[in-house]
C-alpha cells in the first residue's frame, strides 16, 4: 500500500500568511494526486486534482506542485475562510490512500 | 449540479449488517467510477471501495479493512449506488460518503452515519 504522511499535521498560522502543506509517499506517484479541504462538520471538499490542477471555483491562492514522492499545497494569502483540515489522497494504485490530515488553525 | 444523497445509516449491533444508498443526479452516472469513503469520529479520511463502469466490467476493488464483508454495488437504471455491509465491527463505525469521480475531479456527498454497537 501507498503511505501518505503529511506534514505539518498541525499548523497555526495567521490571516494573510503563505503556507505550504507537504505530502510524502511511501512509493512514487504519478499525476493521480488529489488535495481537499474538510471544515468541521462539513463533507470534504476536492480542492486539487492532478497534482496541479485548480478544480472549478476554487479561489487562486490555493496552489499544488510536485512530483514523485513529495508533494505540496500552498496557500499564497489566508483567508479566514481557509481555516479547515486538509487532506492529501493518492489514486495512483490500490488501495486509495490518504494522508492523516493537516488541521490549519488560526493563530 | 452533481448531487450524491447517501441513506441508510442507523445504530446496528456488532455482527449486524446495513444497507447504504447514495441517489445521484446531475451527472451520466453510467459512465464513471464511484467510491465510498468513511470517517470515524474525530478521525481522517479512509477509503472504503470503488466500483468500475460498464466499460469496465463494474469491477470493484475494497480496502483490506473492509474485504469480504463489505459488497459494493450499483444500479445504472435508477443511478444510485450501494454499500451493503455484513458482520459489522464496533470499528465500522463512522460517517460514510458516497464519491464519484468525472474526469479526475471528485464529488462528495454529504454523509450517512453508521454507529455499530450493542
Known amino acids: 500500500d501507498i503511505q501518505l504522511t503529511q506534514s505539518p499535521s498541525f499548523l497555526s498560522a495567521s490571516v494573510g500568511d503563505r503556507v505550504t502543506i507537504t505530502c510524502r509517499a511511501s512509493?512514487?506517484?504519478?499525476?493521480?494526486f488529489a488535495w481537499h479541504q474538510q471544515k468541521p462538520g462539513k463533507a470534504p471538499k476536492l480542492l486539487i486534482y492532478?497534482?496541479?490542477t485548480l478544480q472549478s471555483g476554487v479561489p487562486s491562492r490555493f496552489s499544488g506542485s510536485g512530483s514523485g514522492t513529495e508533494f505540496t499545497l500552498t496557500i499564497s494569502s489566508l483567508q479566514p475562510e481557509d481555516f479547515a483540515t486538509y487532506y492529501c489522497?493518492?489514486?495512483?494504485?490500490?488501495?486509495?490512500?490518504f494522508g492523516q490530515g493537516t488541521r490549519l488553525e488560526i493563530k | 449540479e452533481v448531487q450524491l444523497v447517501e441513506s441508510g445509516g442507523h445504530l446496528v449491533q456488532p455482527g449486524g449488517s446495513l444497507r447504504l444508498s447514495c441517489a445521484a443526479s446531475?451527472?451520466?452516472?453510467?459512465?464513471?467510477?464511484m467510491d465510498w469513503v468513511r470517517q470515524a469520529p474525530g478521525k481522517g479520511l479512509e477509503w472504503v471501495g470503488r466500483?468500475?463502469?460498464?466499460?469496465?466490467?463494474?469491477?470493484?476493488d475494497y480496502a483490506a479493512s473492509v474485504k469480504g464483508r463489505f459488497t459494493i454495488s450499483r444500479d445504472d437504471l435508477r443511478t444510485s449506488l450501494y454499500l451493503q455491509m455484513n458482520s459489522l465491527e464496533t470499528d465500522d463505525t463512522a460517517l460514510y460518503f458516497c464519491?464519484?469521480?468525472?474526469?479526475?475531479?471528485?464529488?462528495w456527498g454529504q454523509g450517512t452515519l453508521v454507529t455499530v454497537s450493542s
Open positions: 466500483t468500475r463502469n460498464k466499460h469496465e466490467n463494474f469491477r470493484t
Open positions: 512509493q512514487g506517484i504519478s499525476t493521480y
Open positions: 464519491v464519484c469521480l468525472i474526469r479526475g475531479v471528485a464529488y
Open positions: 446531475g451527472f451520466t452516472f453510467s459512465d464513471h467510477f
Open positions: 492532478g497534482v496541479s
Open positions: 489522497q493518492q489514486l495512483n494504485d490500490y488501495p486509495i490512500t
